[in-house]
């Protein structure tokens, strides 16, 4: 070998080196862009791993405090997806996509069990939570059979008294896209066979799917709040994003427009009622 092939033979030497290094490095970001497409954000919460096929990342969950208010349009918004009819008995259900395509894949679980879930209440808008409330509150629409304004005059009692199963608006996690209640809101139900079968399936393999139960019964590690809600499911990998946003940015200023509004300071809202949740949904 002359010094001019010498010179050649180090030169192509250099230059496949370089095509090999631009080669691995491109396969790389391909894969990385790929895995963040399909996005395959794993969630471990509970000993339970979650694959998650939305492309949403810590980052893009940050919401707007009007979103955790629930001053949203579902029907509007590309973060949200009507529920089909084979998941429920009513129309006009929305969901988070992540909740969604989590809750089919417990459905699908669920029904190889012999056990079929069946949504009745997903995403509350402020303007509906407030409808339901202001009901209540002002005594136009009975609870429990009880014209609670009449009943309970003193405006903190009335609303310490709804508040054992209704929310105030701009305080519900059906705001946020990740709640749903499943087959039925009435506690009679969960005595029967079918109620017991059921609460038993989603008590243990729920978390499989990302949701847990955030009203369990109230004991030494859940001293105040809601009653317990057998019906009521959160998907956390989502919803615990949002429960952290809300402790950090919701004020009580944020919360008025219903009838009451006053006392939702005075009976301590947030943090004895949103923040008093199970710790599995933390
Ligand atoms: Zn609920």
């Known amino acids: ?13 250099f230059l496949t080196l370089i095509i090999l290094i631009f080669a691995v490095s491109c396969q790389n970001c391909t894969s990385t862009n ?5 996005g395959k954000n794993s969630y471990k919460k509970n000993d339970s791993i979650i694959n998650s096929n939305d492309s949403t990342n810590t980052k893009q969950d940050t919401v707007s405090k009007i979103y ?11 973060n949200f997806i009507a529920v089909d009819q084979k998941y429920t008995s009513k129309k006009g259900f929305y969901l988070r996509k992540e909740t969604y395509n989590a809750f089919k894949k417990m459905f699908d679980a669920a029904q190889k069990d012999g056990v079929k879930l069946s949504i009745v209440s997903a995403t509350r808008t402020f303007i509906e939570q407030k409808w339901i409330w202001d009901g209540k509150w002002t005594g136009k629409v009975l609870y ?6 009449t009943e309970y005059p003193d405006p903190i009692e009335r609303s310490k008294y709804v508040l054992k199963y209704s929310s105030m ?28 079968k059921i609460y038993k399936w989603l008590s243990e393999n729920a978390s499989r799917y990302g949701f847990c139960q955030p009203y369990t019964v109230k004991d030494s590690a859940r001293i105040s709040g809601y009653e317990e809600e057998k019906w009521h499911w959160s998907y956390f990998p989502l ?12 004020t009580y200023d944020d919360l008025k427009d219903f009838a009451g509004c006053e006392t939702a300071k005075q009976v301590n809202i947030i943090k004895n009622y949103v923040l008093s949740v199970n710790k599995t949904c933390r």
């Open 239 to 250: 919803s615990s994003i949002y429960f952290e946003q809300y402790k950090e940015r919701i």
């Open 169 to 196: 608006p701009g305080t519900s996690r059906h705001h946020w896209g990740t709640d749903m209640d499943l087959n039925s809101t009435e506690l009679a139900y969960y005595k029967t066979e079918n109620g017991k």
């Open 34 to 38: 790929a895995d963040n497409k399909s």
């Open 68 to 78: 955790l208010l629930g001053k949203i349009i579902p029907s509007k918004d590309t």
């Open 1 to 13: 070998m002359n010094f001019k092939n010498f010179d050649k033979y180090f030169l192509n030497l």
């Open 144 to 149: 429990y059979g009880k014209n609670i304004a």
